[in-house]
C-alpha cells in the first residue's frame, strides 16, 4: 500500500514512523522543502496512492483536499482534525458533495481508544439502574514552548482548536446518542475562555469540559489520586502546567447517582516511565469496592492505522466520517467566546 502524508510536522512526523513500522510505502509532501515533494501536484502517479492524509496546519486543510481531489477524484483522504475553521465548513460540504467517490474521514483518534470504550463500557454497564449525574472531561497542556519553536497556532478556534474535538469524541462515546446531539446543538451555560463549559442536558445530566494549552488544570482532583510522581503532583496542586512542560493532563470522570464513580486517566504514570504515554488507566469505585484496568496502547498508531483501513475499503462518501455537528458545535463555541471573528468562507474552485 503506498499512502501520501502531506504536511510532515509533529503530527505527520509521527504518522511517519507508525506507516513505516506497519511496513507500509509513504510519500512526504511538505511545503518547508524538506521532502520528496513541495506540492501534491508534484507527487507522481496520484491515481496509485492508496490514502492521503493531511496534517498540515488548519486553515490550510481544504485547500489541499481540493488540490488531491483534482488530481485523483476517488482518494482516500485522512483529514487532521479539526478539518476546517468555521466559515469553511459549507466548503467541506461543498468538495464531499461535488467528489462523491471521494472517502473523506477526519481523524478521531479517541474514537478508536481502548481506553475511552472501557470507561464508555463501564458507564453503559452501570446506567440502567444507576443513572448518570455528570460528566467531567479535561485535556490540558502548556504548548506554549512549542509555540515558540514555530509550531502551528490556531488563531480562530483558539483553544477550541486544539482538544475539544478529542473531548467531543469521549463525550459522544459516554453519552446515550440523543443526549449528545443535544449538548451539541446547544450552547454551555456557562463557558469561560481558556476553555471550561458547564452544560446541564435535560436529562439531568451535567457535562463539565475543560481544556487550557496554557497549562491552567480545571478539575486536578480526578488525576490527583492517580498520578503520583513528585513533578506532576506539583503541577496538580498548584492549577498550572509551567512553560516547557511536557505534561499532558487528560482525564475524563462520570458521577454516578449512588456516587460511584467511572474514571479514566491517560498518562497516568508521567514522570515514572519512560513509556508512560501509551499506558492508561480507567478505574470503577462503587459500593467500596475497586476496579482497575490498566490499558497499554498507542491510541494514535491504532487510530490511524484503523482509519487507513476505513478509508481504503469503505463504500465512498459517508457524512458520519466528516463529524459536521462537531465542528459546528465547535464552531458555536469559538464564537461564543469570540475567540474569533472569522466569517470568510473558503472559496474553491
Ligand atoms: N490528531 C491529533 O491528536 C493531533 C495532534 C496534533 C496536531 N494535530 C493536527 O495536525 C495538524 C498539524 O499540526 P502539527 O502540530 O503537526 O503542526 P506543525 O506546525 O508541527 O506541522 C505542520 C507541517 O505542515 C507543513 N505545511 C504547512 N503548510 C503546508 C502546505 N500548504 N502544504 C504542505 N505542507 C505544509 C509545515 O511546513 C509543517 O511541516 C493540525 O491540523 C493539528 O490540529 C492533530
Given at each position: 500500500m503506498?499512502?501520501?502524508?502531506?504536511?510532515?510536522?509533529?503530527?505527520?512526523?509521527?504518522?511517519?514512523?507508525?506507516?513505516?513500522?506497519?511496513?507500509?510505502?509513504?510519500?512526504?509532501?511538505?511545503?518547508?522543502?524538506?521532502?520528496n515533494?513541495?506540492?501534491?501536484?508534484?507527487?507522481s502517479?496520484?491515481?496509485?496512492?492508496?490514502?492521503?492524509?493531511?496534517?498540515?496546519?488548519?486553515?490550510t486543510?481544504?485547500?489541499?483536499?481540493?488540490?488531491?481531489?483534482?488530481?485523483?477524484?476517488?482518494?482516500?483522504?485522512?483529514?487532521?482534525?479539526?478539518?476546517c475553521?468555521?466559515?469553511?465548513?459549507?466548503?467541506?460540504?461543498?468538495?464531499?458533495?461535488?467528489?462523491?467517490?471521494?472517502?473523506?474521514?477526519?481523524?478521531?483518534?479517541?474514537?478508536?481508544?481502548?481506553?475511552?470504550?472501557?470507561?464508555?463500557s463501564?458507564?453503559?454497564?452501570?446506567?440502567?439502574?444507576?443513572?448518570?449525574?455528570r460528566?467531567?472531561?479535561?485535556?490540558?497542556?502548556?504548548?506554549?514552548?512549542d509555540?515558540?519553536?514555530?509550531?502551528?497556532?490556531?488563531?480562530?478556534?483558539?483553544?477550541?482548536?486544539?482538544?475539544?474535538?478529542?473531548?467531543?469524541?469521549?463525550?459522544?462515546?459516554l453519552?446515550?446518542?440523543?443526549?449528545?446531539?443535544?449538548?451539541?446543538?446547544?450552547?454551555?451555560?456557562?463557558?469561560?475562555?481558556?476553555?471550561?463549559?458547564?452544560?446541564a442536558?435535560?436529562?439531568?445530566?451535567?457535562i463539565?469540559l475543560h481544556?487550557?494549552?496554557?497549562?491552567?488544570i480545571?478539575?486536578?482532583?480526578?488525576?490527583?489520586?492517580?498520578?503520583?510522581?513528585?513533578?506532576?503532583?506539583?503541577?496538580?496542586r498548584?492549577c498550572?502546567?509551567?512553560?516547557?512542560?511536557?505534561?499532558?493532563?487528560?482525564?475524563?470522570?462520570?458521577?454516578?447517582?449512588?456516587?460511584?464513580?467511572?474514571?479514566?486517566?491517560?498518562?497516568?504514570?508521567?514522570?515514572?516511565?519512560?513509556?508512560y504515554?501509551?499506558?492508561?488507566?480507567?478505574?470503577?469505585?462503587?459500593?467500596?469496592?475497586?476496579?482497575r484496568?490498566?490499558i497499554?496502547?498507542n491510541?494514535?498508531?491504532?487510530?490511524?492505522?484503523?482509519?487507513?483501513?476505513?478509508?481504503?475499503?469503505?463504500?465512498?462518501?459517508?457524512?458520519?466520517?466528516l463529524?459536521?455537528?462537531?465542528?459546528?458545535?465547535m464552531?458555536?463555541?469559538?464564537?461564543l467566546?469570540q475567540l474569533?471573528?472569522?466569517r470568510?468562507?473558503?472559496?474553491?474552485?
Amino acid at each position: 500500500m503506498r499512502i501520501a502524508i502531506i504536511g510532515v510536522g509533529n503530527i505527520g512526523r509521527r504518522y511517519a514512523g507508525y506507516l513505516h513500522e506497519h511496513g507500509l510505502d509513504t510519500v512526504f509532501v511538505d511545503s518547508n522543502g524538506q521532502c520528496n515533494h513541495r506540492r501534491v501536484v508534484e507527487v507522481s502517479e496520484p491515481g496509485r496512492v492508496d490514502a492521503w492524509i493531511v496534517s498540515t496546519p488548519t486553515d490550510t486543510h481544504l485547500g489541499i483536499v481540493q488540490e488531491v481531489l483534482a488530481q485523483a477524484p476517488g482518494a482516500a483522504v485522512l483529514i487532521e482534525k479539526p478539518a476546517c475553521h468555521p466559515a469553511q465548513i459549507s466548503t467541506l460540504i461543498g468538495l464531499a458533495t461535488r467528489y462523491r467517490d471521494a472517502r473523506l474521514m477526519v481523524n478521531d483518534v479517541y474514537a478508536h481508544s481502548a481506553t475511552v470504550e472501557a470507561l464508555a463500557s463501564a458507564t453503559h454497564g452501570r446506567s440502567a439502574s444507576d443513572p448518570v449525574r455528570r460528566i467531567t472531561v479535561e485535556f490540558s497542556k502548556n504548548r506554549l514552548k512549542d509555540m515558540a519553536a514555530g509550531r502551528f497556532v490556531d488563531q480562530v478556534y483558539g483553544d477550541v482548536g486544539y482538544e475539544w474535538f478529542h473531548m467531543l469524541s469521549i463525550l459522544r462515546a459516554l453519552l446515550p446518542r440523543p443526549d449528545f446531539d443535544s449538548f451539541l446543538n446547544r450552547l454551555p451555560d456557562v463557558a469561560t475562555a481558556g476553555v471550561h463549559a458547564e452544560t446541564a442536558l435535560a436529562s439531568n445530566i451535567n457535562i463539565a469540559l475543560h481544556s487550557s494549552v496554557i497549562g491552567d488544570i480545571g478539575f486536578p482532583e480526578i488525576g490527583l489520586r492517580y498520578i503520583t510522581a513528585a513533578e506532576p503532583q506539583r503541577h496538580l496542586r498548584g492549577c498550572t502546567i509551567p512553560y516547557g512542560s511536557d505534561f499532558r493532563y487528560r482525564v475524563a470522570a462520570v458521577d454516578f447517582q449512588s456516587g460511584a464513580t467511572a474514571t479514566a486517566v491517560f498518562e497516568p504514570h508521567y514522570g515514572r516511565t519512560t513509556n508512560y504515554k501509551n499506558q492508561h488507566l480507567v478505574e470503577v469505585r462503587a459500593g467500596g469496592l475497586t476496579e482497575r484496568h490498566d490499558i497499554a496502547e498507542n491510541h494514535l498508531r491504532r487510530a490511524l492505522l484503523r482509519q487507513i483501513e476505513v478509508i481504503t475499503t469503505a463504500g465512498p462518501h459517508d457524512d458520519a466520517r466528516l463529524r459536521l455537528s462537531e465542528h459546528r458545535h465547535m464552531a458555536r463555541l469559538a464564537d461564543l467566546l469570540q475567540l474569533t471573528d472569522d466569517r470568510r468562507p473558503l472559496n474553491i474552485a
